[in-house]
């Protein structure tokens, strides 16, 4: 019954470009190749920001293409926003905005026991582990540097440390490493 911020990164760092390009990713290897499809078996609920979910609607066919679905998420999904976004017709999407925690509780209820993904951003993941509720970072270090680009985890985490759980390499395109954020950093270090 973990939180789990999982994404791929460049070398550098960033989740995406400036204008929410993901081009430079899906080269880079076979997802089936990744721990992607044991992860995302363990997730019961999931939830994203509104630019992750509008590269979803903006990619729709593409992802319908490879999935069979232009929402390809079965578990419920909460969606962080302000503002007022298209729905998907059958996705089980909540819209909400504002302070993680009591969204955090609806999908801890919803999740049972089974994982949270929090899909991205950086800073949502971010905000999440301001509130002392995330467990782990799970990154597919991606072999390109994209120089600028919207970030991994804008937070400085220094004491104390993440504790880096494993090392799998994947092709000569990723390096997959899962960190353990220790108590104590949830608890509000800075
Ligand atoms: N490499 C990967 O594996 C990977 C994984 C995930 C995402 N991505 C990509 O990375 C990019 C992430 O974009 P991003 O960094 O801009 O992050 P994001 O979290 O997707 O979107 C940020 C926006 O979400 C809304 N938001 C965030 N927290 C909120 C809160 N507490 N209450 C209300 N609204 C809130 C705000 O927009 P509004 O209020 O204006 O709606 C905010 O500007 C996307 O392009 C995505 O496709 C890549």
Redesign the pocket.
């Known amino acids: 019954m973990k939180t789990q911020y999982f994404?791929?990164?460049s070398l550098d760092g960033f989740?995406?470009t400036e204008d929410?390009s993901?081009e430079w990713?899906f080269p880079l290897g076979d997802v089936n190749e990744t721990s992607y499809p044991s992860f995302i078996a363990d997730v019961g609920a999931l939830a994203?920001?509104?630019?992750?979910y509008e590269?979803m609607l903006r990619h729709a066919e593409k992802v319908k293409a490879e999935t069979g679905s232009a929402w390809p998420y079965t578990q419920p999904a909460w969606v962080?926003?302000?503002?007022t976004l298209k729905a998907i017709p059958g996705a089980n999407i909540t819209f909400v905005?504002?302070d993680?925690r009591p969204v955090h509780a609806a999908m801890r209820s919803a999740a049972g026991p089974k994982n949270i993904w929090i899909?991205?951003?950086?800073?949502?993941a971010g905000?999440f582990h301001d509130a002392g509720l995330l467990n782990e970072i799970l990154v597919q270090v991606a072999s390109v540097t994209l120089g600028k680009g919207?970030p991994l985890f804008p937070r400085r985490l220094t004491q104390p440390p993440l504790s880096l759980v494993s090392v799998r390499q994947v092709g000569t395109g990723f390096a997959e490493l899962r960190y353990h954020v220790p108590d104590g950093r949830r608890k509000g270090g800075s």
């Open positions: 994404t791929a990164s989740i995406a929410d993901l990713l994203m920001g509104s630019s992750t590269w962080f926003t302000t503002r905005r504002g993680v899909v991205g951003g950086g800073d949502l905000q919207k």
